[in-house]
């Protein structure tokens, strides 16, 4: 099979290599790819929203599959822009179609989903412009801290959580009023903050079945002891602790029967990811959001624990056969530690020369932001490699990825030395 998987990050070399691996595959390409995905497949020089150019390179390369890595080009509807055109309509794209991709595309899209089919998760409403005022009044109601949303896409920093009530009040109106996130905060959702340990469960479904794919726990802040400003993720780790097997059912039998059965009630058809962001509270989980595909960097520890065959498993996506398909995962644990430009999450430069990469041992590195120039690997974004290694225990594994961290450099390069530290004594 020949198979274009749309994206840049370290999910999608996660993915490149992974599939690379599979005796179905015929051909891999990447649209548009980094250094890294450059070395298990062919980059293509696309925009993954520039659906045009993607149709030009599925009809050209043979493409038999779309493996669509990021939110962007599924709430803008690339699914739905294969199935409406003749060319495309019998190559099967993993991702959902423009109405699932809403449960990420709008946070009040998702509540009032959760809501609808008794998804356990935090008490919400959702204000605009124009209800400003009572959108403070309900912060009155609320006990801090207090959790704004931007109800849009907003690339993972459209989230506020505030100590005060005259501070969550002010940047309440700052959203609203002074389009802080752009158009993504021309609605905002207030939430009830939850508190607990936060961690990631994800599913692949193909709207019939579904497959739990491992727990995950990543780490947003750039500072050690999650201080600082949020990122994209700067590390991650699977499985999570304390995500026993108690819990574990808990969220199957709460939370993903009645997302995946839900979304059949309400006439979605569901092919994909689906990344489910939770609180573990007292042993019990509550839904922070949904993202509709998988999350950057814990695909980068889920994906390599997957023993099975990643290109059969979306074969099954697209046949809805999955509930045929075999799914074996390792038991070893695996850390993933993001490295990232200096100046990251704020204003950082790109084009830093990355050198040592050839010296790394029994630890893969995912390209995130990374381009070839020449002869040579350089930066080209804020997040820059992710260092993942597998082990018999977290710590072996870390220890592995700092290792070989050691060995690679690029001027000005950071990343956090405690990923996993408020896990090791649970």
Known sequence: MNILILGSGGREHAFALKLSQSEKLSNLFVAPGNAGTANCATN?????????AVKAAVLENKVDMVIVGPEAPLVAGVHDFFLQDDDLKSIPVVGPKKDGAELEG??????????????PTAAYEAFTKETLEQGKA????????????????????????????????????????????????????????????????????????????????????????????????MGAISPVPFADEDFLSKVEERVVIPTVEGLQKDGIDYRGFIFIGLMNIDGNPFVIEYNVRMGD??????????????????????????????????????????????????????????????AVEGTTVFHAGTKING??????????????????????????????IAKVSFEDMNYRKDIGFDLKNL
Do not use: C, W
């Open 44 to 52: 293509l020089d696309i925009d993954p929203v520039d659906f045009a």
């Open 106 to 119: 709008s946070k009040e899209f998702s509540k009032k989903f959760m809501k609808r089919h008794a998804v």
């Open 138 to 233: 309900f912060l009155e109601t609320l006990k801090a801290p207090y959790v704004l949303k931007a109800d849009g896409l907003a690339a993972g920093k459209g989230v506020l959580i505030l100590e005060t009530l005259e501070e969550a009040k002010e940047e309440l109106a700052d959203m609203l009023t002074n389009n802080k996130f752009g158009e993504a905060s021309s609605k905002v959702v207030i939430e009830e903050f939850l508190d607990g340990i936060e961690l990631s469960v994800f599913v692949l479904t193909d709207g019939k079945s579904y497959k739990v794919l491992p727990s995950a726990k990543d780490y947003k802040r750039i500072g050690e002891g999650d201080t600082g400003l949020n990122t994209g993720g």
């Open 297 to 358: 960097p814990e695909t980068e520890v889920v994906i390599p624990r997957i023993e099975s065959d990643l290109l059969d498993l979306f074969e099954g996506v697209a046949s809805q056969t999955l509930d045929q398909k075999s799914f074996e995962l390792t038991s070893k644990t695996a850390t993933t530690v993001m490295t990232v430009a200096g100046g990251y999450p704020e204003a950082y430069e790109k084009g830093k020369v990355i050198t040592g990469l050839d």
């Open 375 to 404: 002869d040579k690997v350089e930066t080209n974004g804020g997040r820059v490699m992710a260092f993942t290694s597998l082990g018999d225990t977290m710590e072996e594994a870390l220890e592995k990825s700092y290792k070989n």
